[in-house]
């Protein structure tokens, strides 16, 4: 991050150099005592105000991320992916950028360079890449889910805030003015008290399960040129390559990915979560369909529902919350008019008064239901906003470490959002058993066997 001349000066009167100017950021130092002008609700940023960011995972989703961060005008300095070739063309949008493969050679060599990184790297690695990177005083942009188990979710959670670092889960519909307006119609009572949302994701089947492709897993492959195969694993443990998930397919695999609702409960259930302050859920039971644990067990059901329950929290009484995919898709309402469509990704919350329907990425296209009701809570009759508004979801990230605050899906959000989903994929392990669930403690309280899930041991050589 470039710093102007007056800058300097007043961050010398201050006692901060340049690195201490950088992570007081995250420290909650009022930044706009020292830049001139508030930065908040500026178009662009200018030079005096850029931020020095690496790209760790830039094949897929994280090369959309670096391309948004760069879009805002900060300067990256430094990509890294373990498969030169997929990574290629994100490589060549940035030729002045050093290139590695290895994250924590990168940090090594550029710590002193490096303001911030976005991690898109599998799930199953956000965990050690995010950690590295907090403890060296980066500020972190990771990809949803924010981690492959509850206890790298919650170690993640208390590290940000152990060294002050600003913090972004990439749910990016957290950050639109549709996720707010379904708060602000539920805060404001436009559709009553709500104690049940079904939400889910009948998306990418053959993506998520896997169970066709299992006897090819009897196949040798040679890993490609150009792919780091050992470091793609990271702290899972070893298996030989297989292109049935590298570098495509492998949110469809335990040891990698989370399947549908590890992808989508990030983006589906964030507005219901957020507007219902739903926090931890007191138990989670799952069914699947045409699936045995004991036999298919390295992918996903073709079909799950998993029901959370939630407790009374304030001034709202208890929520259930269930969750569909795949083959088990949403129940279509019997209040639904003839043309009103059960949104295939989305979810549809459920008041006294009436309910509220939305797709995915916060909400969107969201709507109350009856019609009447609608006509009664929106245009001149919208509740009052709440939330302030903001313009992207890295826009979020990278204001908020300008400005000392945090981001609006910080990994205390975040974190517990994923957490609701991790949840369930170790209730699918145990079909049709009710898990009790203290997240007081982070543990089951009834089933001994699910424990051993919260927490999976690394490889040799890999830890937090």
């Not at 961050?11 to 100017?21: D, E, H, P, S, V």
């Not at 990915?257 to 989508?264: E, P, Q, S």
């Not at 009759?381 to 979801?393: D, F, L, M, Q, S």
């Amino acid at each position: 991050m470039s710093i102007s001349k007056s800058a300097r000066t007043g961050a010398r009167a201050t006692g901060l150099n340049r690195r201490q100017f950088i992570q007081g950021a995250g420290a909650g130092i009022a930044l706009f005592n020292i830049l001139p002008g508030r930065l908040l609700g500026a178009d662009a940023v200018t030079p005096n105000q850029k931020l020095n960011v690496a790209g760790i995972g830039i094949g897929s989703q994280g090369g959309r991320d670096v391309d948004e961060v760069a879009g805002l005008g900060h300067n990256m300095v430094a990509l890294c992916d373990v498969d030169e070739n997929y990574a290629a063309k994100e490589f060549a949008k940035y030729p002045t950028a050093k290139r590695f493969t290895d994250f924590r050679v990168m940090l090594d060599k550029m710590g002193k360079e490096i303001d911030a990184v976005v991690i898109g790297t599998p799930d199953h690695t956000h965990a050690v890449i995010a950690m590295e990177a907090m403890r060296r005083g980066k500020h972190v942009y990771c990809e949803k889910p924010l981690a492959h188990t509850i206890h790298e979710v919650r170690t993640l959670m208390a590290a940000a805030n152990q060294y002050k670092v600003v913090t972004q889960l990439g749910n990016q519909g957290h950050s639109s003015d549709t996720i707010r307006r379904v708060c602000e119609w539920i805060w404001s009572g436009a559709i009553g008290d709500v104690a049940t949302v079904h939400a889910g994701c009948g998306a990418f089947q053959d993506v998520y399960c896997q169970i066709p492709k299992l006897d090819k897993l009897k196949e040798t492959h040679e890993v490609p040129k150009g792919l780091d195969y050992d470091l793609w694993l990271g702290p899972a443990a070893f298996r030989a390559y297989s292109p049935l998930w590298v570098p495509w397919n492998w949110r469809g695999w335990l040891n990698f990915g989370g399947g549908a609702i590890g992808d989508w409960i990030c983006h589906v259930v964030d507005p219901a979560y957020w507007a219902l302050d739903l926090g931890a859920p007191t138990s989670v039971v799952a069914e699947v369909t045409d699936y045995n644990p004991a036999i298919h067990g390295m992918t996903y059901p073709p079909g799950t529902k998993i029901t959370f329950s939630f407790p009374a929290k304030g001034a709202r009484g208890p929520v259930q919350l269930v969750w569909h995919d795949g083959k088990t898709t949403i129940p279509r309402p019997q209040e639904f008019t003839t043309d009103e469509k059960v949104p295939g990704i989305g979810a549809i919350l459920f008041g006294t008064k009436g309910m509220i329907v939305h797709g995915s990425h916060g909400g969107g296209g969201c709507h109350i239901l009856p019609d009447a009701l609608m006509d009664q809570h929106s245009g001149k009759n919208a509740p009052a906003e709440k939330i302030t508004r903001v313009k992207g979801h890295a826009w979020d990230w990278a204001d908020a470490i300008l400005n000392g605050r945090k981001a609006g899906s910080n990994f205390d959000y975040g974190g517990a959002l994923t957490q609701v989903g991790l949840l369930g994929l170790i209730a699918l392990r145990f079909p049709g058993q009710t898990l009790k669930w203290d997240g007081a403690a982070g543990r089951f309280t009834n089933h001994d066997v699910a424990n051993t899930l919260v927490q999976i041991p690394f490889r040799a050589g890999w830890k937090l």
